[in-house]
């Protein structure tokens, strides 16, 4: 049973990123009816919800497109920053959708801020200490439950995650449809990418829960 869980584990992340890069891709083929750049509409959402004050850059990269709070800024990638296709146009309006979720006080998104600094340090040595607990278990077996500990503050880091990155989709198709940015069908085309970006996210919420409970396993096993 664990080697399968263990080849669902390796399988999904190849095909939920495949199955981004395809989508954007396939999208990234068809132009919007008005003829607006990624960072046009970007700035029109913005400005419509007040934040004026939050600026837009561009940056290398591919589908690298984030919002920086700290910079009150929203960069866009080389595949989306100057592209009229819906594909970039969703992808830019998302990152809007984060900028207005911290400017409203999203209540997930301040959660997730506040756990970033111990889930950035529990990322990094969960498994040291987990493995440090399995080779040093007669003596401190208390590591290998420390590690455990770091690691479901990862998975918790995921949880609270997804409901962000949906809601920020879910803006950001409900803007390009309600202010009449693209037509019914593409906001519809838009939103199978941002569908495949959110798969991404689940993707890696069901591989980090898959590898806590083989964690778990192995810890009752000693």
Not at 32 to 56: C, F, H, K, M, P
Not at 59 to 85: E, F
Not at 134 to 153: K, Q, V
Not at 183 to 201: I, P
């Amino acid at each position: 049973m664990w080697l399968i869980i263990l080849l669902v584990m390796l399988i999904l992340p190849i095909w939920a990123s495949i199955n981004v890069k395809s989508t954007f891709s396939k999208y990234s083929t068809v132009q919007n009816s008005r003829g607006l750049t990624a960072e046009q509409v970007a700035r029109q959402i913005l400005d419509s919800n007040g934040l004026t004050y939050v600026g837009i850059e561009r940056i290398s990269g591919d589908l690298s497109d984030h919002y920086d709070p700290q910079a009150n800024v929203v960069r866009l990638s080389d595949s989306v920053y100057g592209k009229t296709s819906v594909a970039a146009i969703g992808v830019a309006a998302h990152e809007c959708g984060h900028a207005c979720q911290h400017a409203e006080e999203y209540t997930p998104i301040k959660i997730r801020t506040a756990i970033v600094p111990a889930v950035n340090i529990c990322s990094k040595f969960w498994y040291f200490a987990f493995i440090l607990g399995i080779i040093f278990f007669e003596s401190f077996p208390e590591l290998i439950w420390a590690g455990i500990i770091m690691f479901s503050a990862v998975v918790l880091f995921q949880l609270v995650t997804l409901p962000v990155e949906l809601d920020a989709s879910g803006r950001a198709l409900k803007t390009l449809e309600n202010d009449m940015i693209l037509d019914s069908s593409e906001t519809a085309q838009a939103g199978k990418v941002l569908k495949a970006a959110a798969m991404t996210y689940v993707v890696s919420l069901v591989v980090s829960i898959l590898q806590l409970l083989r964690l778990l396993a192995s810890a009752k096993r000693r």
